[in-house]
Nanobody
């Protein structure tokens, strides 16, 4: 059974940092790309970052470039999203997803399996 479980969300002040984790099971992580997406209240879900199956190509939304870093540890079946210099507009539910084609795009329609999400709130 394919499972993706996000963790690491929480409440943080503006300028702070969080590291999200996506624990994967039920499939061979090395064969899949992983993407991070987020959905803020009243807004559509958007792509934040993606990493290809080989781990040598990454994509970032313009709004997070230079602040967020995606990485993967296939031995631990886990993908991470390091988020620095957080802003109130980063507040959202963050989801990780797995893509069979292995490209790591920012399009949610390319992804096959999804986690349940973790809440990130950036506020004073």
């Amino acid at each position: 059974q394919v499972q993706l479980v996000e963790s690491g969300g929480g409440l943080v002040q503006p300028g702070g940092s969080l590291r999200l984790s996506c624990a994967c099971s039920g499939f061979t992580l090395a064969h899949y790309a992983i993407g991070w997406f987020r959905q803020a209240p009243g807004k559509e879900r958007e792509g934040v970052s993606g990493i290809n199956s080989g781990g040598d190509k990454t994509n970032y939304a313009d709004s997070v470039k230079g602040r967020f870093t995606i990485s993967r540890d296939n031995a631990k079946n886990t993908v991470y999203l390091q988020m620095n210099s957080l802003k109130p507009e980063d507040t959202a539910i963050y989801y990780c997803a797995a893509e069979v084609l292995g490209k790591g795009t920012l399009s949610q329609h390319d992804y096959d399996y999804w986690g349940q999400g973790t809440q990130v709130t950036v506020s004073l």
